[in-house]
């Protein structure tokens, strides 16, 4: 558990590059984050921060560039690299192993939830632990009852994934990202998919666990409020580049950047 | 036409009956591991799992099921050496090769029907390769295959009656054999009864098949009432829809 | 036993080949009636009256649901002996063959008009178009267009079992393979071998066009 007092960050991104074939979505982006520090990033579609979070969930693998010790291209978590391993010194692009071992640490939460339509909820929230973390069935079933509690869904574990409301789903799908214990938790746009009337029971359980727990957050999301409240730091995206990054209320209340500005008139209108 | 006749000749066709029905479920069973060996190994992101493969589909679907079957039992055993002891297992594995061809492109397909989010999720809970074939796709994928599979059953016990034509004495065979004596003329009401016999085990396929899918369905949390297809993405449907479903 | 033999091969090519002509108008019969007979029977049993839509889903289920083999030597036999038995094999084999898969085509096309929306036949009905318009102009084309890469496939598939023909005495490749068999004392290994390469050889292509035609339709803007 990294504890929020050490400096060494806990994700670096050292210039890094992605495209999907001719598109260049980041181009030499580099950022920090901080162990325990909760950053929201913001910005129009398309600017690149889904792919952020994708990249470090290593759905996506970015664009590697030659010679990374000079030229960098690196994604770096808790002072090891990630989207690389060492070799002999040098760094060369991770292989299915490392990535396997490295996103052990690193938990999403999706927007269309994906939880696991052909188990119940109970199963949803035991089966990785039990399968990828090698607890037993009774300790994974304590931990998921814990989760399910604190998610306010214990009356559910038995029903499958239809059987919910999309914010029961989602919800769900936070106790399964906790269960693992992840020491990075990754939220993408995770109450788009919902229904306006859900929304605030989702954001209230993602509110819960920033302030009880010491995990490192990145979000993407459209919920400014929620940004605001749980956000130690905004970053403004566009075209795969930071424009302007600050604290909530600076980057809310006044925003230097014209695009920052447009953006969230933009957004505050939807 | 002399019904009697046929009815008295009933108690010869309990046999040949067995032989139709070992030869459509053996085939059946040994299609269905070619299906599934073949159409996984056609997923496969590996070209050099996957070319072989698809060039055995590809072989067997190209070609005549009928003349598979007598070049298994014929020309086969010359060729390659290899001598079946009975006519009816090289029927069986030329049917089962020929089907489980077919077949596999179900499987394949089923597989590639699993939303992308579910193998997303699959990553971010760090499950292996065939921790993910076997907890999350493949149970998903089975209730979307069954009822292909459940046609591919149904054309198999048709394909059946080839068996009679390498001289394995099924109940088309048999129904020639007495029908054809004292020049034919009474194969007619033989042929009719095979008939009928056939549809009712067409017919016993499909219902075992339902309740397979039924009992499938219920296995993914999904009410077999409901629209069959789309019932995967009951997620995402409740997700733009808004309610619980 | 027999064994492998370069010169039979060359021997047996010509008589195969005939058979596998044979095949191809089988084929071609056969498949028109299964490709006009199976449209027929799609709009019979969507907008026929209640009997023929009884009768006609009873009888092509039976159909489908019974052997092909089975079907041709009940039709042989009936027509040579109740009939006409002046009536070829290779003309009962066909009209057999064709009435099998229309079975199967007029699935093809129901699916393809149960895909058109419910709207374009509500439409139909606030214009009130006779009927030969609604199905000519409205429903005829787009489903048409869902519907052929399905119904080339059976064909295909159908051109595959035409050497079942081969017990009523059609002369296609295996009944070619056993008549030289019966002539020469050799030949079936090599016969039923370049029976399988031909119609590797001869599907293939047809395949893979067929394919192609499905991604084609379903780019279309329709």
Redesign the interface.
């Known amino acids: 558990m990294p504890s929020p007092t050490s400096n060494e960050p806990i994700i670096r991104f050292d210039r890094v590059n992605k495209s999907f074939g001719d598109l260049n979505v980041l181009n030499g982006l580099s950022f920090d984050i901080a162990p325990a520090e909760r950053v929201t990033l913001i910005g129009p579609s398309g600017s690149g921060k889904t792919t952020i979070l994708r990249l470090l969930m290593t759905l996506e693998h970015i664009t590697p560039v030659k010679h990374p010790e000079e030229n960098g291209g690196v994604m770096w978590v808790e002072g090891e690299p990630f989207s690389h391993m060492d070799k002999g010194g040098k760094l060369v692009v991770a292989n299915e192993r490392h990535l396997r071992q490295a996103r052990q640490k690193i938990g999403m939460v999706f927007q269309q939830f994906n939880l696991f339509p052909n188990m119940t909820v109970m199963r949803n929230v035991t089966e990785a632990q039990v399968h990828t973390l090698k607890r037993s069935k009774d300790e994974a079933a304590a931990k998921a009852k814990e989760l399910l509690d604190l998610v306010g869904l214990s009356d559910k574990v038995d029903n499958y994934p239809s059987q919910l409301s999309g914010g029961q789903q989602q919800r769900v799908a936070i106790a399964r990202a906790l269960a693992m214990d992840p020491d990075i938790l990754l939220l993408d746009e995770v109450t788009s998919a919902l229904d306006p009337e859900l929304v605030a029971d989702v954001l209230g359980v993602l509110r819960d666990v920033a302030s009880s727990t010491n995990i490192t957050m990145l979000i993407v999301t459209h919920e400014m409020g929620f940004a605001r409240d749980v956000s130690d730091r905004i970053m403004m995206f566009d075209k795969g580049v930071i424009v302007e990054e600050g604290a909530p209320e600076a980057m809310f209340g006044d925003p230097r950047e014209e695009r920052t500005q447009d953006f969230l008139r933009a957004v505050r209108s939807e | 036409m002399d019904f009697q006749a046929v009815i008295d000749s009933l108690p010869r066709y309990a046999e040949p009956l067995l032989v139709t029905i070992q030869v459509t479920v053996a085939s059946a069973a040994l299609a269905l591991l070619v299906a599934f060996a073949l159409g996984l190994m056609t997923s496969s992101k590996h070209l050099v799992v996957r070319t072989p493969a698809r060039v055995v589909v ?2 067997f ?8 079957l ?2 298994f039992a ?2 086969m055993p ?2 390659l050496g290899i001598q079946f002891d009975y006519a009816i297992a090289a029927a069986i594995i030329a049917l089962a090769l020929n089907y489980g061809s077919y077949s596999s492109e179900v499987v394949r397909s089923a597989i590639a029907s699993v ?1 992308k ?2 193998l ?2 699959c ?6 390769p065939i ?1 993910r074939m076997r ?2 796709i493949l ?2 994928a089975w209730p979307e295959m069954i009822p292909s599979l459940c046609s591919f059953a ?1 054309m198999l ?6 068996v ?2 390498i001289s394995v004495t099924d109940i ?1 065979r048999m ?2 054999l007495i ?1 054809g004596q004292g020049g ?2 009474n ?2 009401p033989h ?2 009864l ?2 009928v016999i ?2 009712v085990l ?2 016993l396929i ?1 219902n075992g098949m339902r309740a397979l899918e039924r009992k499938a369905k219920r ?4 009410d077999a009432k409901l629209p069959k297809n789309r ?2 993405d ?3 449907a ?3 829809g ?4 | 036993m027999q064994e492998w033999n370069n010169e039979t091969v060359v021997e047996i090519f010509p008589a195969i080949w005939d058979g596998f002509l044979v095949v191809l108008q089988v084929t071609l019969v056969a498949g028109i009636i299964a490709v006009l007979l199976g449209l027929l029977v799609a709009i019979g049993e969507r907008s026929g009256p209640p009997w023929l839509k009884r009768v006609l889903s009873g009888f092509f289920q039976f159909i489908r649901n019974t052997p092909l083999l089975v079907q041709v030597l009940f039709v042989w036999t009936a027509t040579s002996l109740y009939i006409n038995p002046e009536w070829t094999a290779f003309a009962v084999g066909s009209a057999v063959l064709g009435v099998h898969y229309a079975s199967y085509t007029s699935e093809s096309y129901r699916a393809g008009i149960e895909a058109i929306p419910k709207g374009q036949w509500e439409a139909a009905t606030a214009l009130s178009l006779p009927t030969h318009r609604v199905w000519g102009a409205i429903i005829l084309p787009q489903m048409l267009r869902r519907s052929t890469a399905a119904v080339a496939n059976w064909v295909i598939a159908m051109f595959k079992e035409v050497p079942t023909l081969f017990a009523i005495g059609v002369l296609e490749m295996i009944a070619q393979a056993q008549k030289y068999q019966g002539q020469n004392y050799t030949g079936v290994v090599e016969g039923y071998t370049i029976a399988g390469i031909l119609f590797l050889a001869a599907s293939y292509p047809v395949a893979v066009a067929a394919r192609r035609l499905e991604n084609r339709l379903a780019k279309s803007h329709f």
Do not use: C, D, H, M
């Open positions: 590809e072989f679907r190209g070609s005549s099921v009928v003349v598979q007598f070049w014929i020309a010359v060729i939303p989010g579910q997303e999720a990553t971010a809970l760090n499950f292996t921790q907890l999350v149970p998903q149904i016990l048709k394909a059946s009656a080839l009679s034509l088309t129904a020639t029908g034919g003329v194969q007619l042929l009719a095979i008939l056939y549809f067409a017919w499909w296995g993914v949390g999904i019932a995967i009951a997620p995402a409740a997700a733009g808004g309610g619980a479903a």
